[in-house]
């Protein structure tokens, strides 16, 4: 079965647009110019050419642009000059819609979390919120009474509750009173954030290898197996 590779197909798409390798809008033959020659526009990865590709996608994408970019690279560099296993290009887009999005979660979480997985990477974060509404009240009375006479038939009247002594040739009297109010109120808020990371070069080794696993799948999905 004989069918288009990927560059035939941007060749052919690049030609539509206008864009040729031969000759220039002047008329001037530009075959040896490595400018204008197509396989350049290709690996540059300009706006035309990723264009195409995200045509070829159907305009779907990874979460992040620069994910999204990165991985269609790949995928266009890998298999550029593989033949596509249909035989149109609009059996291979669905093939490749279908292939894309049962594996665009997995493809989304390699790029988001790579670090985490090389680092063993551990992220936490906690809230605290603390509120104190005290209030306290306190008093305290101190009562002193002492009273002297000279003579035996004077009459003194000493009680604790009364502030007036009578028949006393020495009457002295003090009072002590306290009173305390107090409120306190305090409003403690603390944020916490850490990253853990420890580095191990095993799973640096093992993370070199996950992008190539996915791009097998795209290539026994979408792609002819024999050339």
């Known amino acids: 079965m004989v069918t288009i590779t990927l560059f035939d197909y941007i060749q052919s ?24 020659q197509f396989m350049t526009k290709i690996l540059s990865f300009d706006e035309d050419v990723e264009k195409i590709v995200n045509q070829l996608f159907n305009g779907v994408s990874l979460d992040k642009r620069e994910h999204d970019q990165h991985f269609k690279k790949s995928f266009l560099y890998r298999f550029l000059n593989r033949q596509i296993n249909r035989q149109t290009i609009e059996s291979f887009k669905v093939e490749l819609m279908a292939t894309f999005l049962v594996n665009q979660n997995y493809i989304n979480t390699v790029y988001s979390d790579l670090d985490l997985f090389i680092t063993q990477g551990q992220t936490s974060e906690s809230d605290h919120l603390q509120e104190n509404d005290q209030q306290s009240n306190s008093g305290s009375v101190t009562d002193n009474r002492q009273a002297y006479a000279e003579l035996p038939q004077s009459n003194v009247q000493l009680d604790v509750d009364s502030t007036v002594m009578d028949y006393a040739n020495d009457n002295t009297i003090s009072r002590n009173k306290q009173t305390s109010d107090q409120n306190t109120k305090g409003k403690t808020t603390s944020n916490t954030k850490g990253t853990n990371k420890t580095y191990q070069m095993e799973n640096l080794f093992k993370s070199s290898g996950i992008m190539e696993k996915i791009l097998n799948i795209f290539d026994r999905k979408c792609f002819l197996q024999i050339w």
């Open 13 to 36: 798409e690049l030609i539509k647009q206008g864009f040729d390798e031969f000759v220039d809008s002047d008329g001037s033959l530009v075959l040896f110019d490595e400018e204008f």
